[in-house]
């Protein structure tokens, strides 16, 4: 008999404070629990955060009301986080979060284990990192935030792209991908042209040039035809 999967719950409640589910510590938690079950999973982790902000929006979104956002989070522990528009929409009681709670069953979350790890990709070099990705996160963040992107801020996007280290699991004081991988691949674009900003290690600052803009659109299209390498 093949073991059934626990189930998996998800409150809102813990979405409104900073250090909800650290880390995604809500999906590595039913990742343990399962694999002790006996339920023979592929090891996602260190993307349990980005699979989290899957299930989040997919399942427990619905169960609010209009007026009510899921938004990544760069500056607390916690991946997601919600917002209320509250120009429009009162702020949701105590009440009204810890109602809105689901339990998704344990077969539903191994379809998106599934799926989340066939996106994983191991960077060992700066070369792994595709040109696209990068030059899209940081496109992405300039346009979200009006301003530069930080490294930080592009590591976590390129992270939830399903890039990681070479790392073993279980070591979750370990970066999902070292900083000096996303500051070398940042060199590398600089020195093409494609990106602005400091690569010396600091916050980064990162925003793109005409060229990139350009280079971005062609790999976007397929007509990107250089044959050198990032």
Known sequence: MIPIPPSL?????????????ERGDAVFNWLCTAQ????????????DSALLVDLVRIFLMPVFRPGVTVRHSTFHRNPVQMDNFVDTHPKLTADQRQRCVVHLPGE???????????REKLVLHARDIPDLVFLQAIRDINERDGTWATVDQVREVLTRAGLHGDRQRGNRGQ????????LAKARRLEHRGWIDGCTCGCYGGFTLTDAGRESWRELRLGTWTSSSKA
């Open 108 to 118: 539903i979350v191994r379809t998106h284990v599934y799926a989340a790890a066939r």
């Open 9 to 21: 719950r998800l409150a809102a409640d813990d979405l409104f404070r900073p250090d909800g589910f």
């Open 175 to 182: 970066e999902p991908l070292p900083r000096k991988l996303v």
């Open 36 to 47: 002790q079950l006996g339920c023979h999973l592929p090891p996602v982790w260190p993307n």
